[in-house]
């Protein structure tokens, strides 16, 4: 199952805008029991920082909420189900922009 192709999402996003990743929250893999998803973004090698440049959205499942510009974003999912997914295996999105607000 790893390598996966990347998951595609839009090329860019405006600041204040969402991403909704809610599908890939729980994962039935190789493992016997469902396995809840990890969820981090990346500009370049670079992590970025829940709080700071992205926040989560409660109310409507697994949202983020960007809060500020970046290029070459990325958001990597690892979760228990899929073991193989990691390293250079690791399972993400397609690369996008996040750009300012007009």
């Known amino acids: 199952y790893a390598p996966q192709a990347d998951m595609e999402v839009a090329k860019s996003f405006k600041v204040g805008e969402t991403i909704d ?3 890939q929250l729980y994962a ?4 016997p029991n469902q396995a809840t998803t990890e ?5 370049g090698e670079s992590q970025l920082v829940n709080g700071v440049d992205y926040e989560k959205t409660e109310d409507a499942g697994l ?3 960007f809060l500020k510009a970046h290029n070459k ?3 990597k999912m690892t979760t228990e189900a899929f073991p193989e997914f990691k390293d250079e295996n690791i399972f993400k999105t397609t690369e996008f922009d996040i750009v300012a607000a007009e």
Request: glycine share 6%; hydrophobic share 55%.
């Open 21 to 23: 990743l809610t599908s």
């Open 28 to 31: 039935q893999g190789v493992v």
């Open 39 to 43: 969820f981090k973004f990346f500009a």
């Open 63 to 65: 949202v983020y909420k």
């Open 73 to 75: 974003v990325v958001c």
